[in-house]
Nanobody
Framework: QVHLVESGGGSVQAGGSLRLSCAASLSTYSSYCMGWFRQAPGKEREGVATFYTNGGSTYYADSVKGRFTISQDNAKNTLYLQLNSLKTEDTAMYYC??????????????????WGQGTQVTVSS
C-alpha cells in the first residue's frame, strides 16, 4: 500500500513563502518521477512541478516557473515544493502524486494514481 502525506500548507500574504513536504511510504527511487499538482475550487487539477528520479531533472508549469522549486530527499523519501513570491492565484489544494505503475507518465494528472490527501495553500492580497 502506497501512502503519500503532504504537509506545510497555510495562509500567507501575497509575496510570502511556504515549503510543502510530501512523505512517501516507499523509496522515492522506486518511481520514474513524483509530481506536485494543485486544484482550486471550480477548476481542473493542474500539474505544478515534476521531479524526475533519474538525473534529478525538473519540470515546472509556466505559471510557477522562477517562483517554485521542487526537490527530493531520497534518504527521507520526501518530496518538497518551495513556494516563493506567492500570488493570490496560487491559492489551491496542493497534492503530491506518483504515476501509474511508477513509470513514465503522460502530460495529464490522470496518468497518476497515487495521491496524498492534499495540503491547502491560501494566499491573500
Amino acid at each position: 500500500q502506497v501512502h503519500l502525506v503532504e504537509s506545510g500548507g497555510g495562509s500567507v500574504q501575497a509575496g510570502g513563502s511556504l515549503r510543502l513536504s510530501c512523505a512517501a511510504s516507499l523509496s522515492t527511487y522506486s518511481s520514474y518521477c513524483m509530481g506536485w499538482f494543485r486544484q482550486a475550487p471550480g477548476k481542473e487539477r493542474e500539474g505544478v512541478a515534476t521531479f524526475y528520479t533519474n538525473g534529478g531533472s525538473t519540470y515546472y508549469a509556466d505559471s510557477v516557473k522562477g517562483r517554485f522549486t521542487i526537490s527530493q530527499d531520497n534518504a527521507k523519501n520526501t518530496l518538497y515544493l518551495q513556494l516563493n513570491s506567492l500570488k493570490t492565484e496560487d491559492t489551491a489544494m496542493y497534492y503530491c502524486a506518483l504515476p501509474k505503475n511508477f513509470g513514465k507518465p503522460g502530460t495529464s494528472w490522470t496518468d497518476y494514481n497515487y495521491w496524498g490527501q492534499g495540503t491547502q495553500v491560501t494566499v491573500s492580497s
